[in-house]
Protein backbone atom coordinates (compact mmCIF):
# COMPACT_ATOMS: atom_id res chain seq x y z
CA UNK A 1 0.00 0.00 0.00
CA UNK A 2 3.11 2.48 0.24
CA UNK A 3 3.48 5.59 -2.43
CA UNK A 4 6.13 3.67 -3.73
CA UNK A 5 3.95 1.13 -5.34
CA UNK A 6 1.18 3.64 -6.84
CA UNK A 7 4.22 5.43 -8.23
CA UNK A 8 5.79 2.62 -10.09
CA UNK A 9 2.10 1.65 -11.17
CA UNK A 10 1.98 4.86 -12.42
CA UNK A 11 4.91 5.12 -14.09
CA UNK A 12 4.86 1.56 -15.57
CA UNK A 13 1.41 2.64 -17.06
CA UNK A 14 2.97 5.97 -18.38
CA UNK A 15 5.91 3.88 -19.96
CA UNK A 16 3.23 1.83 -21.71
CA UNK A 17 1.43 5.38 -22.91
CA UNK A 18 4.79 6.11 -24.54
CA UNK A 19 6.00 3.24 -25.66
CA UNK A 20 3.41 2.41 -28.46
CA UNK A 21 3.00 5.86 -29.34
CA UNK A 22 6.53 6.33 -30.54
CA UNK A 23 6.47 3.39 -32.98
CA UNK A 24 3.31 4.09 -34.82
CA UNK A 25 4.39 7.35 -35.74
CA UNK A 26 7.79 6.29 -36.75
CA UNK A 27 6.26 3.94 -38.84
CA UNK A 28 4.19 6.71 -40.29
CA UNK A 29 6.71 8.80 -41.00
CA UNK A 30 8.26 5.84 -42.75
CA UNK A 31 5.35 4.87 -44.47
CA UNK A 32 5.20 8.75 -45.83
CA UNK A 33 8.37 9.25 -47.23
CA UNK A 34 8.19 5.75 -48.88
CA UNK A 35 4.86 6.65 -50.88
CA UNK A 36 6.53 10.06 -51.38
CA UNK A 37 9.81 8.95 -52.71
CA UNK A 38 8.50 6.57 -54.98
CA UNK A 39 6.36 9.28 -56.37
CA UNK A 40 9.33 11.69 -56.84
CA UNK A 41 11.52 8.74 -58.51
CA UNK A 42 8.43 7.38 -60.66
CA UNK A 43 9.13 8.58 -63.98
CA UNK A 44 12.80 7.25 -63.59
CA UNK A 45 11.46 3.59 -62.02
CA UNK A 46 9.24 3.68 -65.33
CA UNK A 47 11.76 4.79 -67.47
CA UNK A 48 13.32 1.46 -66.60
CA UNK A 49 10.70 -0.97 -65.97
CA UNK A 50 9.37 0.03 -69.71
CA UNK A 51 13.37 -0.69 -70.65
CA UNK A 52 12.59 -4.13 -70.23
CA UNK A 53 9.01 -4.17 -72.09
CA UNK A 54 8.33 -5.01 -75.68
CA UNK A 55 6.61 -2.34 -77.89
CA UNK A 56 3.86 -4.56 -78.21
CA UNK A 57 3.20 -4.82 -74.55
CA UNK A 58 3.63 -1.15 -73.98
CA UNK A 59 0.88 -0.45 -76.46
CA UNK A 60 -1.96 -2.31 -74.22
CA UNK A 61 -4.31 -0.69 -72.14
CA UNK A 62 -4.37 0.02 -69.28
CA UNK A 63 -0.92 1.57 -69.63
CA UNK A 64 1.56 -1.53 -68.03
CA UNK A 65 3.49 -0.54 -64.99
CA UNK A 66 5.53 -3.72 -64.43
CA UNK A 67 6.78 -5.74 -67.43
CA UNK A 68 4.77 -9.14 -67.88
CA UNK A 69 7.81 -11.19 -69.46
CA UNK A 70 10.86 -8.64 -68.82
CA UNK A 71 13.58 -8.83 -71.42
CA UNK A 72 17.15 -7.54 -72.16
CA UNK A 73 16.09 -6.94 -76.00
CA UNK A 74 15.49 -3.11 -76.09
CA UNK A 75 19.52 -3.22 -75.00
CA UNK A 76 20.51 -5.08 -77.77
CA UNK A 77 18.37 -3.28 -80.09
CA UNK A 78 20.06 -0.06 -79.08
CA UNK A 79 23.19 -0.68 -79.25
CA UNK A 80 22.36 -1.84 -83.08
CA UNK A 81 20.30 1.47 -83.57
CA UNK A 82 23.02 4.12 -82.18
CA UNK A 83 26.18 3.90 -81.37
CA UNK A 84 25.72 4.42 -77.35
CA UNK A 85 28.69 3.22 -77.11
CA UNK A 86 30.81 5.85 -78.80
CA UNK A 87 28.47 8.58 -77.28
CA UNK A 88 29.25 7.35 -73.69
CA UNK A 89 33.47 7.68 -74.98
CA UNK A 90 32.47 10.52 -76.68
CA UNK A 91 31.06 11.91 -73.18
CA UNK A 92 33.49 10.77 -70.31
CA UNK A 93 36.31 12.30 -72.72
CA UNK A 94 34.79 15.86 -73.10
CA UNK A 95 33.45 15.96 -69.39
CA UNK A 96 37.02 14.49 -68.24
CA UNK A 97 38.28 17.02 -69.99
CA UNK A 98 36.44 19.62 -68.90
CA UNK A 99 37.19 18.41 -65.55
CA UNK A 100 40.80 18.42 -65.54
CA UNK A 101 40.78 21.85 -67.64
CA UNK A 102 38.27 23.36 -64.96
CA UNK A 103 40.34 21.83 -61.73
CA UNK A 104 43.87 23.61 -63.25
CA UNK A 105 42.50 26.68 -63.94
CA UNK A 106 40.55 26.89 -61.05
CA UNK A 107 43.06 26.18 -58.49
CA UNK A 108 45.56 28.57 -59.78
CA UNK A 109 43.49 31.31 -60.18
CA UNK A 110 41.83 30.46 -56.35
CA UNK A 111 45.65 30.35 -55.44
CA UNK A 112 46.54 33.82 -56.76
CA UNK A 113 42.96 34.91 -55.00
CA UNK A 114 43.74 33.38 -51.30
CA UNK A 115 47.61 33.58 -50.86
CA UNK A 116 48.80 36.54 -53.38
CA UNK A 117 48.75 39.77 -52.56
CA UNK A 118 48.65 42.27 -55.50
CA UNK A 119 47.12 45.33 -56.73
CA UNK A 120 44.28 44.96 -58.31
CA UNK A 121 43.21 41.47 -56.90
CA UNK A 122 39.86 42.56 -56.03
CA UNK A 123 38.94 44.36 -59.67
CA UNK A 124 39.88 40.76 -60.67
CA UNK A 125 37.97 38.84 -58.48
CA UNK A 126 34.97 40.62 -59.45
CA UNK A 127 36.00 40.33 -63.60
CA UNK A 128 35.78 36.42 -62.83
CA UNK A 129 32.58 36.63 -60.55
CA UNK A 130 30.59 38.74 -63.26
CA UNK A 131 30.94 35.78 -65.70
CA UNK A 132 28.14 34.12 -63.88
CA UNK A 133 25.80 36.64 -64.58
CA UNK A 134 26.48 36.14 -67.97
CA UNK A 135 24.37 33.36 -69.34
CA UNK A 136 26.06 31.51 -72.21
CA UNK A 137 23.30 31.08 -74.35
CA UNK A 138 23.01 35.08 -75.01
CA UNK A 139 26.69 34.77 -76.35
CA UNK A 140 26.11 31.41 -78.13
CA UNK A 141 25.99 32.69 -81.48
CA UNK A 142 29.41 34.78 -81.14
CA UNK A 143 30.63 31.13 -79.34
CA UNK A 144 29.43 29.15 -82.69
CA UNK A 145 30.91 31.53 -84.65
CA UNK A 146 34.57 30.82 -83.02
CA UNK A 147 34.01 27.49 -83.20
CA UNK A 148 33.18 26.92 -87.26
CA UNK A 149 36.39 29.54 -87.74
CA UNK A 150 39.29 27.65 -85.49
CA UNK A 151 37.65 24.55 -87.34
CA UNK A 152 36.34 23.28 -84.15
CA UNK A 153 33.10 22.12 -85.63
CA UNK A 154 32.48 18.23 -84.57
CA UNK A 155 35.34 17.69 -82.30
CA UNK A 156 36.56 17.00 -78.69
CA UNK A 157 38.22 20.86 -78.03
CA UNK A 158 34.81 22.27 -79.67
CA UNK A 159 32.94 20.46 -77.25
CA UNK A 160 35.52 21.25 -73.64
CA UNK A 161 38.03 24.29 -74.28
CA UNK A 162 35.00 26.85 -73.82
CA UNK A 163 34.05 25.68 -70.63
CA UNK A 164 37.82 24.69 -69.07
CA UNK A 165 37.21 27.75 -66.74
CA UNK A 166 34.59 28.30 -64.17
CA UNK A 167 34.10 31.23 -61.60
CA UNK A 168 32.01 29.16 -59.46
CA UNK A 169 34.61 26.83 -59.04
CA UNK A 170 37.31 29.19 -58.60
CA UNK A 171 35.18 30.73 -55.58
CA UNK A 172 34.03 27.30 -53.90
CA UNK A 173 38.39 26.93 -54.17
CA UNK A 174 39.20 30.30 -52.84
CA UNK A 175 37.14 29.67 -50.15
CA UNK A 176 39.03 26.32 -49.18
CA UNK A 177 42.07 27.64 -49.99
CA UNK A 178 41.56 30.54 -47.66
CA UNK A 179 41.13 27.94 -44.17
CA UNK A 180 44.73 26.40 -45.32
CA UNK A 181 46.92 28.13 -42.41
CA UNK A 182 49.11 31.02 -43.10
CA UNK A 183 52.21 29.45 -41.21
CA UNK A 184 52.32 26.77 -44.02
CA UNK A 185 52.43 29.15 -46.53
CA UNK A 186 55.12 31.07 -44.25
CA UNK A 187 57.24 27.90 -43.50
CA UNK A 188 57.27 26.98 -46.97
CA UNK A 189 58.79 30.61 -47.91
CA UNK A 190 61.40 29.91 -45.46
CA UNK A 191 62.60 26.52 -46.99
CA UNK A 192 62.51 28.75 -50.12
CA UNK A 193 59.93 26.41 -51.38
CA UNK A 194 58.62 27.90 -54.81
CA UNK A 195 55.26 29.06 -54.96
CA UNK A 196 54.11 26.61 -57.71
CA UNK A 197 55.35 23.65 -55.44
CA UNK A 198 53.96 25.04 -52.58
CA UNK A 199 50.38 25.17 -53.99
CA UNK A 200 50.99 21.37 -55.73
CA UNK A 201 52.33 19.85 -52.17
CA UNK A 202 50.10 21.75 -49.81
CA UNK A 203 47.47 23.52 -50.56
CA UNK A 204 46.27 20.87 -53.47
CA UNK A 205 46.28 18.07 -50.87
CA UNK A 206 44.45 19.80 -48.01
CA UNK A 207 41.68 21.00 -49.86
CA UNK A 208 40.58 17.61 -51.69
CA UNK A 209 36.94 17.78 -50.44
CA UNK A 210 36.29 20.81 -52.23
CA UNK A 211 38.41 19.94 -55.39
CA UNK A 212 36.23 16.80 -55.16
CA UNK A 213 33.17 19.41 -55.19
CA UNK A 214 33.93 21.22 -58.27
CA UNK A 215 35.17 17.69 -60.12
CA UNK A 216 31.63 16.32 -59.80
CA UNK A 217 29.97 19.94 -60.55
CA UNK A 218 32.21 19.91 -63.49
CA UNK A 219 31.59 16.26 -65.20
CA UNK A 220 27.58 16.60 -64.03
CA UNK A 221 27.22 19.74 -65.64
CA UNK A 222 29.35 18.77 -68.55
CA UNK A 223 27.88 15.31 -69.16
CA UNK A 224 24.31 16.46 -68.89
CA UNK A 225 24.74 19.24 -71.74
CA UNK A 226 22.11 19.94 -74.66
CA UNK A 227 22.63 23.00 -76.39
CA UNK A 228 26.03 23.60 -77.77
CA UNK A 229 26.77 19.79 -78.46
CA UNK A 230 23.45 19.70 -80.62
CA UNK A 231 24.77 23.12 -82.26
CA UNK A 232 28.91 22.14 -82.93
CA UNK A 233 28.43 18.50 -83.66
CA UNK A 234 26.51 17.03 -87.28
CA UNK A 235 28.54 13.87 -87.42
CA UNK A 236 27.23 10.86 -86.04
CA UNK A 237 30.39 9.41 -84.47
CA UNK A 238 31.06 13.11 -82.56
CA UNK A 239 27.47 13.25 -81.06
CA UNK A 240 27.73 13.05 -77.26
CA UNK A 241 24.94 10.68 -74.88
CA UNK A 242 22.72 13.62 -74.38
CA UNK A 243 21.73 14.24 -78.70
CA UNK A 244 22.72 10.96 -79.59
CA UNK A 245 19.61 9.91 -76.91
CA UNK A 246 17.82 12.51 -77.85
CA UNK A 247 17.60 11.54 -81.97
CA UNK A 248 15.66 8.77 -81.40
CA UNK A 249 13.09 11.16 -80.79
CA UNK A 250 12.85 12.36 -84.21
CA UNK A 251 12.94 9.01 -85.63
CA UNK A 252 9.97 7.99 -88.33
CA UNK A 253 8.66 5.42 -85.50
CA UNK A 254 9.09 5.92 -82.10
CA UNK A 255 10.15 2.55 -80.38
CA UNK A 256 9.61 3.54 -76.66
CA UNK A 257 11.14 0.31 -75.11
CA UNK A 258 14.31 1.44 -77.34
CA UNK A 259 14.16 5.07 -76.29
CA UNK A 260 13.99 3.68 -72.58
CA UNK A 261 16.89 1.60 -72.53
CA UNK A 262 18.44 4.27 -74.10
CA UNK A 263 17.86 6.48 -71.22
CA UNK A 264 18.82 4.23 -68.53
CA UNK A 265 22.07 3.53 -70.03
CA UNK A 266 22.63 7.13 -70.29
CA UNK A 267 21.52 8.02 -67.03
CA UNK A 268 23.08 5.27 -65.10
CA UNK A 269 26.89 6.83 -65.08
CA UNK A 270 25.23 10.31 -63.35
CA UNK A 271 23.20 8.54 -60.79
CA UNK A 272 26.30 6.08 -59.98
CA UNK A 273 28.26 10.08 -59.42
CA UNK A 274 25.26 10.87 -57.37
CA UNK A 275 25.23 8.21 -55.05
CA UNK A 276 29.28 8.21 -54.67
CA UNK A 277 29.33 12.10 -54.40
CA UNK A 278 26.36 13.04 -52.79
CA UNK A 279 28.28 14.84 -49.89
CA UNK A 280 30.45 16.84 -52.97
CA UNK A 281 27.33 17.53 -54.98
CA UNK A 282 25.71 18.82 -51.59
CA UNK A 283 28.48 20.98 -50.98
CA UNK A 284 28.68 22.47 -54.32
CA UNK A 285 24.75 23.33 -54.24
CA UNK A 286 24.44 24.44 -50.74
CA UNK A 287 27.50 26.94 -51.01
CA UNK A 288 25.59 29.65 -52.87
CA UNK A 289 22.77 30.02 -50.56
CA UNK A 290 24.28 29.61 -46.92
CA UNK A 291 26.37 32.28 -46.15
CA UNK A 292 29.86 31.12 -45.46
CA UNK B 1 48.04 56.41 -55.89
CA UNK B 2 50.52 55.51 -58.72
CA UNK B 3 51.75 52.11 -59.06
CA UNK B 4 55.48 51.35 -57.60
CA UNK B 5 57.91 48.76 -59.68
CA UNK B 6 56.96 46.18 -57.03
CA UNK B 7 53.07 46.73 -57.50
CA UNK B 8 53.38 45.98 -60.91
CA UNK B 9 55.65 42.88 -60.35
CA UNK B 10 53.36 41.29 -58.15
CA UNK B 11 50.69 42.30 -60.50
CA UNK B 12 52.54 40.08 -62.92
CA UNK B 13 53.12 36.95 -60.81
CA UNK B 14 48.60 37.67 -60.01
CA UNK B 15 48.16 37.80 -63.34
CA UNK B 16 50.76 34.65 -64.19
CA UNK B 17 48.42 32.53 -62.39
CA UNK B 18 45.44 33.90 -63.42
CA UNK B 19 45.74 33.72 -66.98
CA UNK B 20 44.56 30.31 -67.67
CA UNK B 21 41.17 31.15 -66.42
CA UNK B 22 41.20 34.40 -67.73
CA UNK B 23 42.06 33.47 -71.22
CA UNK B 24 39.09 31.29 -71.18
CA UNK B 25 36.82 33.95 -70.11
CA UNK B 26 37.87 36.37 -72.60
CA UNK B 27 37.83 34.42 -75.45
CA UNK B 28 34.53 32.37 -74.43
CA UNK B 29 32.41 35.05 -72.72
CA UNK B 30 33.53 38.73 -72.20
CA UNK B 31 34.46 39.07 -76.36
CA UNK B 32 31.04 36.72 -77.34
CA UNK B 33 29.29 39.20 -75.03
CA UNK B 34 30.96 42.48 -76.70
CA UNK B 35 29.97 40.44 -80.10
CA UNK B 36 26.39 39.90 -79.85
CA UNK B 37 26.02 43.59 -78.46
CA UNK B 38 27.36 44.56 -82.14
CA UNK B 39 25.97 41.74 -83.76
CA UNK B 40 22.52 43.39 -82.92
CA UNK B 41 23.10 46.51 -84.58
CA UNK B 42 24.82 44.63 -88.17
CA UNK B 43 22.55 42.99 -91.00
CA UNK B 44 24.44 39.63 -91.29
CA UNK B 45 24.42 37.02 -94.13
CA UNK B 46 23.27 33.58 -93.68
CA UNK B 47 26.82 32.66 -93.06
CA UNK B 48 27.11 34.89 -90.17
CA UNK B 49 29.03 37.92 -91.91
CA UNK B 50 28.29 40.99 -91.02
CA UNK B 51 27.10 43.10 -94.31
CA UNK B 52 25.83 46.07 -93.36
CA UNK B 53 24.68 48.75 -90.25
CA UNK B 54 21.23 48.32 -89.46
CA UNK B 55 21.34 51.25 -86.10
CA UNK B 56 18.40 49.92 -83.65
CA UNK B 57 16.55 48.66 -86.11
CA UNK B 58 16.75 44.98 -84.70
CA UNK B 59 15.40 45.95 -81.58
CA UNK B 60 12.60 48.29 -83.60
CA UNK B 61 11.62 44.99 -85.01
CA UNK B 62 11.30 43.21 -81.59
CA UNK B 63 9.21 45.70 -79.93
CA UNK B 64 6.46 45.64 -82.65
CA UNK B 65 7.21 41.72 -83.68
CA UNK B 66 4.05 39.68 -82.37
CA UNK B 67 5.77 36.68 -81.93
CA UNK B 68 8.41 38.53 -79.84
CA UNK B 69 5.86 39.38 -77.59
CA UNK B 70 3.91 36.33 -76.96
CA UNK B 71 7.55 34.79 -76.46
CA UNK B 72 8.01 37.10 -73.59
CA UNK B 73 4.46 36.33 -72.48
CA UNK B 74 5.40 32.39 -72.99
CA UNK B 75 8.84 32.89 -71.08
CA UNK B 76 6.64 34.52 -68.44
CA UNK B 77 4.23 32.10 -68.01
CA UNK B 78 6.84 29.16 -68.02
CA UNK B 79 8.87 30.88 -64.73
CA UNK B 80 5.00 31.39 -62.73
CA UNK B 81 3.92 28.09 -63.73
CA UNK B 82 7.57 26.61 -62.88
CA UNK B 83 8.69 28.38 -60.03
CA UNK B 84 6.56 28.93 -57.39
CA UNK B 85 5.10 25.84 -57.13
CA UNK B 86 8.80 23.84 -58.21
CA UNK B 87 10.01 25.72 -54.34
CA UNK B 88 6.89 24.89 -52.51
CA UNK B 89 7.23 21.74 -53.09
CA UNK B 90 10.75 21.29 -53.00
CA UNK B 91 9.96 22.76 -49.43
CA UNK B 92 7.48 20.13 -48.33
CA UNK B 93 9.38 17.43 -49.48
CA UNK B 94 12.65 18.87 -47.71
CA UNK B 95 10.79 19.21 -44.60
CA UNK B 96 9.82 15.77 -44.60
CA UNK B 97 13.50 15.01 -44.82
CA UNK B 98 14.84 16.79 -42.32
CA UNK B 99 13.53 14.19 -39.62
CA UNK B 100 16.09 12.13 -37.76
CA UNK B 101 15.29 8.82 -38.57
CA UNK B 102 17.26 5.32 -39.80
CA UNK B 103 17.97 5.23 -42.95
CA UNK B 104 16.59 8.85 -43.81
CA UNK B 105 19.28 9.12 -46.53
CA UNK B 106 17.96 6.43 -48.91
CA UNK B 107 15.18 8.72 -48.88
CA UNK B 108 16.94 11.88 -49.35
CA UNK B 109 19.04 10.18 -52.20
CA UNK B 110 15.81 8.90 -53.89
CA UNK B 111 14.17 12.61 -53.67
CA UNK B 112 17.49 14.37 -55.05
CA UNK B 113 17.87 11.84 -57.60
CA UNK B 114 16.83 13.93 -60.30
CA UNK B 115 20.12 16.73 -59.13
CA UNK B 116 21.72 13.60 -61.58
CA UNK B 117 18.70 13.62 -64.50
CA UNK B 118 19.60 15.30 -67.80
CA UNK B 119 17.50 17.61 -69.06
CA UNK B 120 17.17 15.56 -71.78
CA UNK B 121 16.64 12.21 -70.52
CA UNK B 122 13.40 13.60 -67.88
CA UNK B 123 12.04 15.08 -71.05
CA UNK B 124 12.31 11.99 -73.28
CA UNK B 125 10.49 10.15 -70.31
CA UNK B 126 7.88 12.65 -69.76
CA UNK B 127 7.28 12.67 -73.89
CA UNK B 128 6.41 9.33 -72.85
CA UNK B 129 4.26 10.12 -70.08
CA UNK B 130 2.52 12.74 -71.45
CA UNK B 131 1.31 10.42 -74.54
CA UNK B 132 -1.99 10.62 -75.24
CA UNK B 133 -2.80 6.99 -75.58
CA UNK B 134 0.56 5.08 -74.27
CA UNK B 135 1.34 7.42 -71.31
CA UNK B 136 0.48 6.71 -67.59
CA UNK B 137 -0.42 10.00 -66.70
CA UNK B 138 -3.79 10.48 -68.62
CA UNK B 139 -4.83 6.89 -67.65
CA UNK B 140 -4.40 7.97 -63.87
CA UNK B 141 -6.24 11.14 -64.64
CA UNK B 142 -9.44 8.83 -65.98
CA UNK B 143 -9.28 6.76 -62.40
CA UNK B 144 -10.63 9.75 -61.01
CA UNK B 145 -12.80 10.75 -64.14
CA UNK B 146 -10.92 13.56 -65.15
CA UNK B 147 -10.39 13.34 -69.43
CA UNK B 148 -6.71 14.16 -69.78
CA UNK B 149 -5.69 17.26 -72.19
CA UNK B 150 -3.88 16.77 -75.27
CA UNK B 151 -0.88 17.73 -73.53
CA UNK B 152 1.76 18.84 -76.18
CA UNK B 153 -1.27 19.68 -78.84
CA UNK B 154 -3.18 22.44 -77.16
CA UNK B 155 -1.27 25.75 -77.15
CA UNK B 156 -2.47 26.61 -73.16
CA UNK B 157 -1.79 23.18 -71.98
CA UNK B 158 1.38 22.46 -73.96
CA UNK B 159 3.48 25.54 -71.69
CA UNK B 160 2.25 23.73 -68.66
CA UNK B 161 3.55 20.22 -69.79
CA UNK B 162 7.25 21.55 -69.99
CA UNK B 163 6.58 23.43 -66.65
CA UNK B 164 5.42 20.19 -65.06
CA UNK B 165 8.60 18.34 -66.63
CA UNK B 166 11.00 21.51 -65.20
CA UNK B 167 9.51 20.94 -62.01
CA UNK B 168 10.52 17.53 -61.70
CA UNK B 169 14.13 18.42 -63.28
CA UNK B 170 14.89 21.05 -60.58
CA UNK B 171 13.29 19.11 -57.93
CA UNK B 172 16.07 17.66 -56.57
CA UNK B 173 18.39 20.74 -56.02
CA UNK B 174 15.41 22.56 -54.69
CA UNK B 175 15.30 20.03 -51.86
CA UNK B 176 18.74 19.84 -50.99
CA UNK B 177 18.86 23.42 -51.09
CA UNK B 178 16.09 23.69 -48.36
CA UNK B 179 17.11 20.93 -46.65
CA UNK B 180 20.33 22.03 -45.98
CA UNK B 181 19.07 25.19 -45.16
CA UNK B 182 16.48 24.10 -42.71
CA UNK B 183 19.24 21.87 -40.95
CA UNK B 184 20.75 25.23 -40.51
CA UNK B 185 17.78 26.29 -37.88
CA UNK B 186 19.33 25.73 -34.26
CA UNK B 187 17.12 23.66 -32.42
CA UNK B 188 17.03 26.32 -29.59
CA UNK B 189 14.65 28.23 -32.00
CA UNK B 190 12.02 25.61 -32.07
CA UNK B 191 12.36 24.69 -28.49
CA UNK B 192 11.70 28.29 -27.38
CA UNK B 193 9.07 28.81 -30.18
CA UNK B 194 7.39 25.53 -28.68
CA UNK B 195 7.51 27.03 -25.32
CA UNK B 196 5.66 29.94 -26.79
CA UNK B 197 2.55 27.89 -27.86
CA UNK B 198 3.90 27.30 -31.27
CA UNK B 199 2.43 24.04 -33.16
CA UNK B 200 2.01 23.23 -36.57
CA UNK B 201 1.26 25.46 -39.28
CA UNK B 202 1.49 28.14 -36.92
CA UNK B 203 5.47 27.04 -36.36
CA UNK B 204 6.09 26.20 -39.96
CA UNK B 205 4.43 29.95 -41.24
CA UNK B 206 6.30 31.76 -38.12
CA UNK B 207 9.25 30.27 -37.77
CA UNK B 208 10.39 27.61 -40.54
CA UNK B 209 9.56 30.18 -43.13
CA UNK B 210 11.30 33.23 -42.18
CA UNK B 211 14.66 30.75 -41.04
CA UNK B 212 14.80 29.38 -44.73
CA UNK B 213 14.06 32.58 -46.58
CA UNK B 214 18.07 33.11 -47.57
CA UNK B 215 17.33 29.35 -49.35
CA UNK B 216 13.87 30.47 -50.61
CA UNK B 217 15.12 33.30 -52.11
CA UNK B 218 18.67 31.86 -53.72
CA UNK B 219 16.17 29.28 -55.42
CA UNK B 220 14.18 31.77 -56.42
CA UNK B 221 16.83 33.61 -58.29
CA UNK B 222 18.66 30.58 -59.49
CA UNK B 223 15.32 29.02 -61.07
CA UNK B 224 13.96 31.78 -62.47
CA UNK B 225 17.16 32.29 -64.53
CA UNK B 226 17.37 28.86 -64.78
CA UNK B 227 14.02 28.76 -66.58
CA UNK B 228 15.05 31.58 -68.92
CA UNK B 229 17.69 29.48 -69.87
CA UNK B 230 15.85 26.52 -70.28
CA UNK B 231 16.21 24.94 -74.04
CA UNK B 232 16.21 21.06 -73.97
CA UNK B 233 12.68 20.33 -72.24
CA UNK B 234 11.18 22.75 -75.20
CA UNK B 235 13.50 21.31 -77.79
CA UNK B 236 12.66 17.94 -77.49
CA UNK B 237 8.87 18.25 -75.88
CA UNK B 238 7.37 20.63 -78.23
CA UNK B 239 10.39 22.70 -80.37
CA UNK B 240 8.48 26.26 -79.66
CA UNK B 241 4.96 25.14 -80.30
CA UNK B 242 2.26 24.24 -80.80
CA UNK B 243 1.82 27.78 -82.77
CA UNK B 244 4.40 29.36 -80.74
CA UNK B 245 2.98 28.68 -77.46
CA UNK B 246 6.44 27.52 -75.78
CA UNK B 247 8.41 29.61 -78.08
CA UNK B 248 10.72 31.53 -75.16
CA UNK B 249 13.08 33.51 -75.39
CA UNK B 250 16.01 31.09 -75.46
CA UNK B 251 14.05 29.04 -78.02
CA UNK B 252 13.75 31.83 -80.14
CA UNK B 253 17.23 32.55 -80.09
CA UNK B 254 17.92 29.30 -81.71
CA UNK B 255 14.90 29.57 -84.07
CA UNK B 256 16.46 32.64 -85.04
CA UNK B 257 20.18 32.49 -84.99
CA UNK B 258 20.34 28.21 -86.16
CA UNK B 259 17.09 27.87 -88.35
CA UNK B 260 15.99 31.05 -89.64
CA UNK B 261 20.28 31.86 -90.17
CA UNK B 262 18.80 35.97 -88.91
CA UNK B 263 21.97 36.46 -86.63
CA UNK B 264 21.78 39.78 -86.38
CA UNK B 265 17.78 39.97 -85.00
CA UNK B 266 18.64 36.61 -82.82
CA UNK B 267 21.35 38.84 -81.05
CA UNK B 268 19.03 41.63 -80.22
CA UNK B 269 17.11 38.60 -78.72
CA UNK B 270 20.38 37.67 -76.91
CA UNK B 271 21.06 41.17 -75.73
CA UNK B 272 17.30 40.98 -73.88
CA UNK B 273 18.05 37.65 -73.07
CA UNK B 274 21.53 38.80 -70.59
CA UNK B 275 19.83 41.92 -69.47
CA UNK B 276 16.65 39.67 -68.03
CA UNK B 277 19.87 37.93 -66.20
CA UNK B 278 21.67 40.20 -65.36
CA UNK B 279 19.44 42.53 -63.22
CA UNK B 280 17.86 39.33 -61.47
CA UNK B 281 21.29 38.40 -60.42
CA UNK B 282 21.96 42.03 -59.09
CA UNK B 283 18.26 42.06 -57.35
CA UNK B 284 19.82 38.76 -55.16
CA UNK B 285 23.29 40.57 -55.13
CA UNK B 286 21.46 43.70 -53.30
CA UNK B 287 18.04 44.02 -53.12
CA UNK B 288 17.16 40.49 -51.54
CA UNK B 289 20.15 39.83 -49.47
CA UNK B 290 19.78 42.88 -47.12
CA UNK B 291 15.79 42.26 -46.20
CA UNK B 292 15.76 38.75 -45.78
CA UNK B 293 16.55 37.25 -42.33
CA UNK B 294 19.99 36.03 -41.42
CA UNK B 295 21.10 34.40 -38.53
Given at each position: ????T ?44 Y ?8 A ?20 G ?18 V ?8 L ?56 A ?6 L ?10 E ?28 G ?5 G ?13 I ?22 R ?37 | ?7 L ?81 G ?26 I ?23 L????V????W?I ?34 E ?28 F ?33 Y ?21 L ?17 R?H??
Amino acid sequence: MSATTVQGTRAVALQRQRRPALPVRKVGSYVLLAVVAILVAFPLLLALSYSFMSESEIATFPPPVLPMHPSLDNYQKVLGAIPIGRYLLNSFIVSTAVVIGQLVTASLAAYAFSFLVFRGRQVLFFLFLSTLMIPWEATIIPNYMTIRTLGWLDTYQGLAVPFMATAFGTFLLRQAFMQIPRELWDAARIDGSTTLRFLRDVVVPLSRPALGTVAIYGFLSTYNQYFWPLLITNETLMRTTQVGIAQLRFEESLRWGLVMAGVIMVAVPTLALLVLGQRQLIRGLTAGAVKG
Amino acid sequence: MRWTARDLRSLAVGLAYLAPALFIFVVFVFIPLGRTFYLSFYNTRSTGLVTTFNGIDHYIDLITSQTFRSGLVATGLFALYTVPLGIALGLVLAVLLNQRLRGINIFRTMMASTIAISAAVGSLIWLLLFNPSLGLLNYVLSLFGVRGPEWLIQPAIAIIAVSITTIWLTLGTNIIVLLSGLQGIPEEVYEAARLDGARGVRMFTRITIPMVSPSLFFLLVVDTVAVLQAFTQIHLLTRGGPVDATRTLVYSIYLDAFQNFQFGFASAESVVLFVLVLVLTLIQFRFVERRVHYQ
